[in-house]
């Protein structure tokens, strides 16, 4: 088959990261006869800087057009004294709305080989930690009505958070499903004692849950939430939560197991052009040096072949080459730990990985 894969690598390490993940899927093209084709386009600061947007008409178009997008990541202290909408972040909120990606997939797993860095007690991890965390991406408060007023007490400001039942309905559905393929155990987060908003968002989840009988279904306030998932991560399989909860929350899960550089995420809608990425940043403190580590961009290679591709064995081979090398323990300097050995670059931690493959 051959697949056509839009790739923004972005800013700070946005590049070496993909890089190695572009190497990894032609290696998995070889083995499984298949053909990726790679088109770059330009997205965040390194589009401002080109065309003075940071989300171009001609990259909206490029990756409406593929069968998937590869993204790095965006931003840097170049651009962070911009105005908000021409910052490069915006571009994220932008190529997630214009796919229609209301869907963010994100993983958070504990590998047994890297427990060490794990920051908790061994006795909170010692039943493992292996989580996705279902973020619903295009609605509530980060695309509400915001503004400034004067108010009260002088100037004020305000963003709002609103759900429609559609919204909800859908994001529960791709919680449920997931749940089905996992664990069969469904998590949702609200605010429901204060938020109207969540209140609703409740009724929906269960109103959903009643199509998923074999999936067990339960509530959990996002305080409650935020102290369970370092107290007692083992209890969570798949956690469906609302964008800015899920924002927070995903993090915290990506702390817990070790290191944010490994960390995928898949962001899906209603066809099968999803958007893969790594949960971290592009981390300026290191870019342009080969010091970062391109696995989190990898897995996020893997989801691509999974969800959108439907590359279920090719998906697994890319993970389980993965587990492989930290099993084997190589390290690069984020997940070295308190190890005084001199820690793989970005370009051999990919070497590594494409001996597996
Ligand atoms: P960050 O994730 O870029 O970096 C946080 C820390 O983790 C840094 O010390 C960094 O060196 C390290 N790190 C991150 N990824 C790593 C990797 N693959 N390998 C090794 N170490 C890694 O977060 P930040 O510093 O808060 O943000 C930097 C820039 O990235 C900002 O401009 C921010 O807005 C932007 N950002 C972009 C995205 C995205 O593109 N999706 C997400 C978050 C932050």
Known sequence: MTYNIALLKGDGI?????????????????????TFNFT???????????????????????????????????????WDTLPGNKRPEKALLG????????????????YSSLSAECPLRPDITEKGIDLVMVRELTGGIYFGERGRRDGKYGPEAYDTECYSVVEVERIARVAFETARKRGKKVISIDKANVLESSRLW????????????DVEVSDMLVDNAAMQLVKNPSQFDVV??????????????????GSIGLLPSASLGDTKCGMYEPIH?????????????????ILSA??????????????????????????AGYRTGDILGTSKETPLTCTEMTEKILEQL
């Open 202 to 213: 409740r009724e929906v989840v269960h109103e959903v849950a009643k199509e998923y009988p």
């Open 14 to 34: 946005g590049p070496e990261i993909v890089d190695g993940a572009v190497k990894v899927l032609e290696k998995v093209g070889e083995r499984f006869n298949h």
């Open 302 to 327: 893997a989801m691509m072949l999974r969800y959108s591709f439907d590359l279920e064995e090719e998906a697994k081979a890319i993970e389980e080459a993965v587990d492989k090398v930290l099993t």
């Open 95 to 110: 190529i997630r709305s214009a796919l229609g990606l209301y869907t963010n997939l994100r993983p958070a797993k504990l």
């Open 281 to 297: 940043g592009s981390a300026p403190d290191i870019a342009g040096q080969n010091k970062a580590n391109p696995i989190a961009t």
């Open 40 to 78: 770059p386009y330009l997205i965040g600061g390194c589009a401002i800087d080109a065309t003075g947007e940071p989300l171009p008409e001609e990259t909206v178009k490029g990756c409406l057009a593929s069968d998937s997008v590869l993204l790095g990541a965006v931003g840097g202290p170049k």
């Open 240 to 257: 469906v939560t609302s964008n800015m909860f899920g924002d927070i929350l995903s993090d915290e899960a990506s702390q817990i197991t």
